[in-house]
DNA sequence: TAGATTGTTAATCGATTAACAATC
DNA sequence: TAGATTGTTAATCGATTAACAATC
């Protein structure tokens, strides 16, 4: 298998979605062309994004949706269900909880934890949200790969220096707070909601001025 | 002003938030190689980002904080206040309007709609949250850019035509339905939040793999 | 066979990095 | 003046697009 650049990987979930929506509808088959329209993309771009992972195309038919899909699966390590806890349990940790991770085969969500006293007890999904200052002693009998991190950016410092401290090396960050900066040989995946929202503004700006 | 490359766009929101940060706390000058180490960057990429916006350096100084602040944020319009209605007043919409929307000059959210009757009358903030039936008398008297839409997946194709129908041509969409697709002359700026979650998981599987 | 579509090479395009004179 | 740092050009690198023979 040939390396797999960079922007190859951050289209890769896209065709996992998409392929996996023609698998459920049990479509076999389908071309570079399909797939780009879908991804807003070339036909070229597409063979030559496949082409770096083994062959699963047939001229004149095109790919077989199972087996590539299977494929950018295995690549992607879905189905890993890599062991992962969540601090914060507001509006944006249980829409999280809920909507995403619980929905999502990559991770299983093992732990919540709130410093709130008042939610202490409560669930999210079939899990009692937990106090963070039981983090500790819960992934000492749990092992953990990953923290989902939906507290405010002014708690993050002192948090991940525990998370990091038990061995935590993976984070889900949804604060402002650059963990990037604070540790090394980390892996942070940064959800920077207001940056997507001043792209849009951005983007409705350009427009309203070549009006 | 020469023309800015996609790629510098991408990087301008975090410019942005870095340099306000800066500004905050009276920094005056700043240098291309602090500004790329902040955004794991080289100062060679800060330079080349940077000129092509106007001259805010001063070599053996650096440049000036908030002369460069205020030209970044007059490119991406913060500060248009782009009147914006939120649909879905579930844990996620609350959370993206209480923790995004309401913290952010570029857009005022002016509207919050749910078809839950349970919830019709309860406030966000200071809104109150109207039933989906009335988007379009609330936007015939009041003129809204773009649409916040919170719901899911299988709401969005009829949402997203009511809307288009009064004249929404922009969308912050955290649903998987591709409204690219759907519609043309529309901007989507779509949170794939399931897709950073995959894109996680691949990274934790290619170090492992890497071991 | 004719039509469709892949796999792959080559050409183009754009983005990043390196280098250094200019200048504060 | 010496040190720091920009602005800008040139070199490199990587990603996208085009083209077409191979083949189902």
Tied chains: 1, 2.
Excluded at 129 to 153: G, Q, R
Aim: aromatic fraction near 10%; hydrophobic fraction near 40%; charge should be neutral.
């Amino acid at each position: 298998m040939k390396s797999i650049s960079s922007s190859v990987i951050r289209r890769l979930p896209r065709y996992y979605r998409f392929l996996s929506e023609l698998d459920k509808k049990g479509i076999q088959h389908v071309s570079s062309r399909e797939l780009a329209k879908r991804m807003c993309s070339t036909a070229s771009q597409v063979r030559q994004d496949f082409n770096c992972f083994g062959e699963f195309g047939q001229q004149g038919i095109g790919y077989n949706v199972k087996k590539l899909k299977d494929e950018i699966e295995n690549i992607l390590g879905i189905k890993c269900h890599y062991r992962a806890i969540l601090i914060g349990a507001g509006n944006i940790g249980t829409a999280i909880a809920n909507q995403v991770v619980f929905e999502n085969k990559c991770f299983d969500l093992v732990g919540v934890f709130d410093k709130d006293e008042a939610k202490i007890g409560q669930k999210i999904g079939e899990l009692d949200i937990l106090h963070t200052d039981d983090i500790e002693s819960f992934c000492s009998i749990n092992a953990i790969v990953t923290a989902i991190l939906c507290v405010p950016k002014s708690e993050v410092e002192e948090l991940s220096e525990r998370l990091y401290n038990i061995g935590i090396r993976s984070f889900w960050n949804f604060s402002h707070f650059d963990l990037n900066v604070k540790f090394e040989n980390v892996i942070v995946e940064n959800v920077h909601l207001s940056d997507s929202l001043m792209q849009l503004c951005f983007r409705i700006t350009q427009k309203s001025n070549s009006l």
